[in-house]
Every structure is written in structure tokens, then in C-alpha cells.
Nanobody
Framework: QVQLVESGGGLVQAGGSLRLSCAPS????????MAWYRQAPGKQRELVAV???????NYEDSVKGRFTISRDNAKNTVYLQMDSLKSEDTAVYYC?????????WGQGTQVTVSS
């Protein structure tokens, strides 16, 4: 079992920045990959960014160059730095972890970008 505690959502103006944090209850060394997903009203949940245990990352096309996923092993936390935010980034953002062929989700944090 892995619990994921998210923080950092909120309201920001277009062009602004936010940083989301996700702290798993298990050490990052044991987690195969961690990711951020988002779900906007009336839309399906989509992958935003993923970071693997190797440190490699992938991003959804619309956030490339604006969002950065990273991990701090000392703090056992994964971050999503979101810059140049757009109104279309408004969604509930979910932290995700993959461990031993099981999927785990955080409770979600709301990000609202006003235009």
C-alpha cells in the first residue's frame, strides 16, 4: 500500500506559476514510476508528466517546455513545477504511483487558472 499526499494547488492568473508536491508513504527508491495526471470538467483523465525510477521523464505535448516533473529523494517528494499557466490547464491534478504492479492515486488537488 502507498498513500500519496498532494499539496500546492490553487488559483493563479494566466501566465503565472504553481508547484505541486506529492509525498508517498513509501520510499521513492521502491516506486517504479510516479506521475501527474489531470482531469478537467467533462473530460477524461490525462497523463501530464511521468518520472521513472531511472530519472527519465516524459510530458504530454501541451505542457512541454512549461511544466517540469522532478523528484527529491532526500525529501521523498515528487514535484510538478508549472510555469506559463494557461486557462486550459485548469483541472484537478492527481498524483500517481506504480509499485509492484499496483496503481495508487492521490486525492487530487484543484488548479484553477484565470484568464
Amino acid at each position: 500500500q502507498v498513500q500519496l499526499v498532494e499539496s500546492g494547488g490553487g488559483l493563479v492568473q494566466a501566465g503565472g506559476s504553481l508547484r505541486l508536491s506529492c509525498a508517498p508513504s513509501r520510499s521513492l527508491y521502491f516506486i517504479n514510476r510516479m506521475a501527474w495526471y489531470r482531469q478537467a470538467p467533462g473530460k477524461q483523465r490525462e497523463l501530464v508528466a511521468v518520472i521513472f525510477s531511472s530519472g527519465s521523464t516524459n510530458y504530454e505535448d501541451s505542457v512541454k517546455g512549461r511544466f517540469t516533473i522532478s523528484r527529491d529523494n532526500a525529501k521523498n517528494t515528487v514535484y510538478l513545477q508549472m510555469d506559463s499557466l494557461k486557462s486550459e490547464d485548469t483541472a484537478v491534478y492527481y498524483c500517481y504511483a506504480r509499485l509492484l504492479n499496483a496503481d495508487y492515486w492521490g486525492q487530487g488537488t484543484q488548479v484553477t487558472v484565470s484568464s
